[in-house]
């Protein structure tokens, strides 16, 4: 890790997201909201309410960013509202195609999991569609388990879909 939080690599860098970030994490994340029966959400992001995530979320924000783009996001936040759940987050992660495989999902999970336990979170949840299995090896890969579905929860494109919730413990208890 640099002293601007950001760490090297072969083929990018990971580092904290930035307020000019937004325009291309919206574009990102509002493709693959387009796209994919990944999230089950229509709703697309403004650049605006990204640059609001971003300035909330100066901890807890990061992009892989390669050959001068944004190739993803990593982002955590709260699991639910109130004191008792102050210790469990939840993340998400969107990669362009073009950077999936090369080992920058793996950076971006492994800079958040490392984050949120230095900031004395005690569980990560991940809330993945059941169309998307990669998804679920992806996390299992990273040490998270599934403890939960939900049939049929979310309905997007006319499908009905489960929701897989997976979650990793970060501190002992």
């Known amino acids: 890790m640099q002293e601007n939080g950001s760490a090297a690599?072969?083929?990018?860098?990971?580092?904290?997201?930035l307020a000019q970030d937004a325009?291309?994490?919206?574009?990102?994340?509002?493709?693959?909201?387009?796209?994919?029966?990944?999230?089950?959400t229509t709703d697309e992001k403004t650049r605006e309410e990204i640059a609001a995530l971003i300035a909330a979320r100066t901890d807890a924000f990061w992009v892989a960013e390669g050959d001068g783009a944004v190739l993803g996001f990593v982002t955590y936040g709260s699991?639910?509202?109130?004191?008792?759940?102050?210790a469990t987050v939840e993340h998400s992660?969107?990669?362009?195609?073009?950077?999936?495989?090369r080992g920058l999902g793996r950076d971006l999970m492994t800079q958040a999991i490392e984050a949120a336990t230095?900031?004395?979170?005690h569980i990560m949840v991940a809330a993945i569609?059941?169309?998307?299995?990669?998804?679920?090896?992806?996390?299992?890969?990273?040490?998270?388990a599934q403890v939960g579905r939900m049939p049929e929860v979310g309905r997007?494109?006319?499908?009905?879909?489960?929701?897989?919730?997976?979650?990793?413990?970060l501190t002992a208890s």
């Open 9 to 17: 690599r072969k083929d990018g860098v990971i580092r904290p997201a």
């Open 118 to 121: 230095a900031g004395g979170r």
């Open 129 to 144: 569609s059941s169309a998307n299995p990669g998804a679920v090896a992806f996390h299992e890969k990273l040490g998270f």
């Open 23 to 40: 325009a291309a994490v919206a574009a990102l994340w509002n493709g693959m909201i387009r796209g994919s029966l990944s999230t089950f």
């Open 93 to 101: 992660i969107v990669l362009s195609e073009t950077a999936q495989g």
């Open 156 to 169: 997007k494109h006319g499908q009905w879909l489960d929701l897989i919730l997976m979650q990793k413990t």
């Open 79 to 86: 699991f639910r509202g109130g004191p008792g759940y102050a």
